[in-house]
């Protein structure tokens, strides 16, 4: 995936790989402000700190979760350096080797990195056009699961949103065999149609066994590397221990900027500016995909987030295809390294957040133009 990327970020190059949040809306302005305040108490904020974080930040975030219908307190935040960190140390406290991760098939790569790492046995679990089935979940998860990770919410890499229905099954189903959940939520503020669902936090089974991951990498900005894990009791102390071990603390200027830019910023609007931007991006990737794949191609219409998950006719092969894109100065990422099973040779994403919608109708003429 590396050499894919890194092909794919020559000059010129109109990207639909890798999942960037748009540079361009980032609140440079605000964030400076912050940062500058931040500053004026450098004594504190460039010292070192306590590893579960800033406590104005973890209080700003536990308001934000709380208002968002998942009752959270300060206590409950461990800020992480991204909620890559998050994913790390949860899997350094759950999983010893051997022990059986359950993913949705196909998965976010870097977790399934993350759980390789730490001796774990990756089952992908079958998914269909509404994420996981609930049943294959429990089928799986009878043969000893330890836990399983999910992102229910805007998946990457398909853009699948997971029913309440379902939310509710697989927290019975979690209740039922003893399952961890970590359900990742990167994107979930990122919604374009529809109303928001309930977090699988608080669904009735699963309260007391999911780890809620989020960031502000995607409403602020990714160079912030903030983000956090919501953490069940049971598991708190040995997650701030893993991570004073991991790093004693992340960044405390970052922190101590982050909590300053929360309390100025009138979140909701910043949020709604970025809906606004990205869901005619989203559009405009849509509305141009079916024309600039081969015949027989199929893609689906994400209700939020930042990706599309598309599939060629049968016997084309992805990668391929990208090579071939490339030499028209256009990308995206092949499906295959997303699938902890047998991959699919002919799925691919694209993220549409990081060009305008003008730039998106070039990118879309030249991968018709690669393979017509």
């Not at 209080?59 to 308001?63: D, E, H, W, Y």
């Not at 853009?159 to 019975?172: D, I, M, Q, S, Y």
């Given at each position: 995936?590396?050499?894919?990327?890194?092909l794919t970020a020559r000059p010129g190059v109109i990207s639909f790989a890798g999942g960037l949040p748009a540079g361009e809306l980032f609140d440079g302005a605000g964030l400076s402000a912050a940062f500058a305040d931040a500053l004026r108490d450098a004594a504190r904020t460039l010292q070192y700190s306590t590893t579960e974080g800033d406590p104005d930040l973890r209080?700003?975030?536990?308001?934000r979760l709380t208002g968002r219908g998942l009752a959270t307190a300060a206590d409950d935040v461990l800020v992480c350096s991204g909620s890559q960190q998050a994913l790390t140390l949860a899997a350094t406290v759950l999983i010893e080797p051997g022990d059986v991760v359950l993913v949705e098939e196909p998965s976010y790569l870097a977790a399934l990195q993350a759980f390789s790492l730490a001796g774990a046995r990756v089952v992908p679990v079958a998914c269909d056009e509404d994420g996981l089935d609930p049943d294959a979940v429990a089928a799986a998860a009878a043969g000893g699961a330890r836990l399983l990770y999910t992102i229910p919410t805007f998946h990457n890499p398909?853009?699948?949103?997971?029913?309440?229905?379902?939310?509710?099954?697989?927290?019975?189903?979690a209740e039922r065999h003893g399952l961890w959940l970590i359900e990742d939520d990167p994107y979930g503020e990122l919604r374009y149609r529809g109303e928001p669902l309930p977090s699988l936090a608080t669904v009735p089974g699963a309260e007391d066994r999911t780890l809620y991951l989020s960031t502000l990498s995607k409403v602020a900005a990714p160079g912030l590397r903030i983000g956090w894990v919501r953490t069940p009791a049971p598991l708190r102390s040995s997650l701030v221990v893993a991570k004073q071990a991991a790093d004693l603390h992340s960044s405390t200027i970052d922190q101590a900027?982050?909590?300053?830019?929360l309390a100025a910023v009138d979140?909701?609007?910043?949020?709604?500016?970025?809906?606004?931007?990205?869901?005619?991006?989203?559009?405009?990737?849509?509305?141009?995909?079916?024309?600039?794949?081969?015949?027989?191609s199929v893609h689906n219409r994400p209700d939020g987030g930042m990706f599309v998950w598309a599939r060629l006719p049968d016997g084309w092969d992805a990668e391929v295809m990208l090579r071939r894109a490339l030499e028209r100065d256009v990308a995206?990422?092949?499906g295959f390294p997303f699938f902890a099973g047998p991959p699919d040779r002919a799925?691919?994403?694209f993220s549409f957040t990081a060009h305008p919608p003008d730039e998106i109708a070039e990118g879309l003429a030249r991968l018709r133009a690669s393979w017509h």
């Open positions: 995936m590396r050499e894919i990327l890194a209080a700003a975030i536990a308001a398909t853009g699948r949103t997971l029913p309440l229905e379902r939310r509710r099954a697989l927290a019975a189903v900027a982050a909590a300053r830019w979140l909701d609007a910043h949020i709604a500016h970025l809906r606004a931007e990205y869901g005619a991006r989203r559009d405009a990737l849509v509305a141009g995909l079916a024309d600039a794949l081969p015949p027989g995206f990422v092949p799925a691919l994403r």
